[in-house]
């Protein structure tokens, strides 16, 4: 029993070699390794000649490099745009002219020492002896103000130049109206006697307003739409008028409060005549825009203002100016509505402007797509409207 279990034994050793020895296909002798030795570094390789015709030689011109090519380094390299070829060249001399770096001796060719490290404040002592003594914003604003009134006529209209530019930004703006500006300076500034300065504060008082409801706030708080009514109604010069319906419409636009207190203030009773009087097309496109601003929050019901609109388009529609024909289209599409008996004498005047738009859009290709479309737009409604009528 005993030898019987020695042969199993043995006949299962036999068998599990053969099997490692199949699985791994390696074959051991004493003495060798299965693993591939590492070649000798004391041993020189056999060194690969090198071929000088396929180095690169770089000059002080742009070469294209061909395929294969060995390129040194340290070159300047682009690749040329028309040819789509790489190109090198060697550095220029201002490039190297650069401070190397070198690993055992630190910077090259630069004998200053390097700057000592300051704490700060040493820092601050350094930055407080060169200081330069400029004003902040704010600063420059309140000496502004503290400086307007003991100034020469010549001194205060730079002043109110210097303010119209500082308060086309919000927070300066702000500034102003919080540290008094608008009544210390403006206000005075717009009851003046010479046409320049009441000018020049329209334009501040516009650049201010624009946008900012801060401003817009003081001024309805303050009864500022009353005093501005009537200083439209009494001025004579037409920039100014200009400057001051600008400022209006600034003060106006995007506040509520002050649109409830323009028609309180009978404000198209005051702007209307100043409308009907006034021979220049600038001032009258001026007062029809802001008519067209307050129309689209439903304040207009002054029907004068059909028949103005009606005469200021047969001086304004023409293929000339596209920014004016964009701009009557507009004041004329928002006043269709109540206007739309008087608007239908424009029709005639749209279609023949349409006409020479599209003759020099196509002649000179210009972008008029969109004027031309509101055109067709604005004509259908007008038909749409005045049909009704003129069936009665």
């Not at 690749?79 to 910077?107: C, H, M």
């Not at 929050?297 to 004068?304: A, G, I, K, L, P």
């Not at 005639?348 to 008029?368: D, H, K």
């Amino acid at each position: 029993m005993r030898s019987r279990c020695q042969v199993l034994v043995f006949l299962w050793c036999c068998q599990w070699r053969s099997l490692s020895g199949q699985a791994h296909n390696v074959m051991v002798y004493p003495g060798s390794s299965s693993e591939p030795e590492d070649p000798d570094p004391t041993v020189a390789q056999e060194a690969v000649p090198l071929n000088h015709s396929d180095v690169f030689q770089a000059t002080t011109d742009w070469q294209p490099i061909r395929p294969g090519q060995v390129v040194p380094g340290g070159l300047h390299y682009r690749i040329n745009l028309a040819t789509g070829t790489k190109e090198a060249k060697l550095l220029s001399p201002q490039a190297e002219s650069v401070a190397r770096i070198d690993d055992a001796q630190g910077v090259q060719g630069s004998e200053a020492p390097p700057t000592p490290l300051r704490t700060y404040a040493e820092l601050q002592d350094s930055l407080a002896e060169h200081k330069l003594k400029m004003n902040t914003e704010f600063e420059q604003v309140d000496l502004l103000i503290q400086t307007y009134d003991n100034s020469t006529a010549e001194d205060r209209l730079r002043i109110l130049d210097d303010l119209e530019f500082l308060l086309h930004q919000y927070d300066n703006a702000r500034d102003f109206v919080h540290i008094g500006g608008l009544d210390r300076i403006i206000k005075p500034a717009l009851a003046s006697p010479e046409p320049s300065v009441r000018s020049q504060a329209a334009l501040i008082l516009a650049a201010a307003a624009q946008s900012h409801l801060l401003v817009q706030e003081h001024l309805h708080r303050h009864s500022w739409m009353e005093f501005l009514l009537e200083q439209v109604r009494g001025e004579r010069e037409v920039s100014n008028s200009i400057a001051l319906i600008h400022a209006l419409s600034c003060y106006i636009r995007g506040h509520e409060a002050s649109f409830e207190a323009f028609v309180k203030h009978s404000g198209f009773a005051i702007l209307t005549p100043k409308l009907q009087e006034t021979s220049d097309l600038k001032l009258k496109l001026k007062i029809l825009t802001l008519f067209a601003d307050l129309n689209r929050h439903q304040y207009v019901s002054n029907r004068d203002v059909c028949h103005e609109i009606v005469a200021l388009c047969g001086h304004l529609l023409s293929a000339e100016r596209l920014d004016v024909i964009d701009r009557v289209i507009d004041i004329v599409s928002v006043f269709q509505k109540p206007c739309a008996p008087t608007f239908a004498n424009l029709i005639p005047q749209f279609r023949r402007v349409r006409t020479e738009l599209t003759a020099r859009n196509v002649a000179e290709e210009l972008e008029m797509d969109s004027t031309i479309e509101a055109m067709d737009t604005l004509i259908a409604q007008l038909e749409a409207l005045a049909r009704p009528h003129s069936e009665l």
